[in-house]
């Protein structure tokens, strides 16, 4: 009888050190992660568009090497693995049209700036250039882009987002190249400084607008038209600095000299200023028109006319 109540002692015993281990008692299997330290994780949409540039006519690319995407999770730069390198020209993305470039598995949380990698830069002779980065004219020829700091530390793109657990989230970065380029000196050299502005597609509107009296303007003249925040452009703005004018602009938009037309894309909701500037062979002549309070609500279009002649 005591070997039998032995043996049930023992039998329960192993039965009670099997239920514990199935019920996670015992260490996890290889690498394995215990579901309360799983990081939840959504998906970045990113795409990109720009707003023209004043290069000139014969200016027929701008083409641009991205080579990789940082995000700045908890302080820290992040590498994004799931990010394909591409090269594109930044003159095909105007006029509200974009390219995509990846979905990107983020942590979830808020973020309000992302990093653009382009390739480390060379010297060739006394020029400096990042490969794949050049500005290409109408005869064929090319001159180098120059990046600084570009392949190193990256180019950060500014603006505020969430993103969600098991939720897309979608982006357009824009890439404003007529803030972004600039020529050094007397060198001739063109340097590229990019500035790059975030916003949740979603949340963002659009302008689509007329300059009613565009006939009035004859080539070489043209006309481009610049938005502000309400309230934050200044009549100082045309004036050049660091060869930039402008230079709080959010956004800008070329005429189309045959119909009158413009498009101002990915516009955050809230009231806008349009000023409507007049250029001559690529030279700045002068302000035209303002319109003042333009309001853009998310998911819609705002129609706008414009008469420089008032």
Known sequence: MNRFSKLIGILLSLTMLTLISGCGGGSSPSGSI??????KTGILSLSITDAP???????????????????????????ASDFEPQVFNLLDLQNGRSLHLGDLILPAGDYK??????????????????????ITFADG??????????????????????????????IMADFDVHKSIV?????????????????????????????VDFSEYTDPESLVVFSYTDGT???????EIDQIRFLNSISSSDVNMTDGNF?????????????????????FIDVVDREDNIEVFKGETTPVDVNTSD
């Open 53 to 79: 540039p004043i290069l000139g006519d014969d200016v027929t690319e701008v083409n641009i090497a991205v080579i990789g995407i940082e995000y700045n999770y908890n302080g820290e730069w992040t590498e």
């Open 233 to 239: 452009y200044d009549i100082d703005e045309k004036n």
């Open 34 to 39: 215990p579901p309360s330290t799983t990081q």
């Open 263 to 283: 498009t101002l894309s990915f516009l955050g909701e809230g009231n806008y200023t349009l000023v409507t500037v007049l250029y001559e062979d690529d030279t």
């Open 113 to 134: 700036e992302i990093r653009f990698k382009l390739a480390a830069p060379e010297k060739t002779g006394d020029v400096k250039s990042n490969p794949d980065c050049n």
């Open 183 to 211: 020529v050094a000196g007397n060198s001739g050299k063109y340097i590229l400084k990019p500035v790059i502005r975030l916003i949740v597609t979603e949340l963002s509107g659009m302008i689509k607008g007329t300059v």
């Open 141 to 170: 020829s090319s001159v180098p882009l120059f990046v600084p700091s570009g392949g190193q530390s990256g180019f950060k793109g500014k603006g505020a987002f969430e993103i969600t657990a098991d939720a897309k989230i979608s």
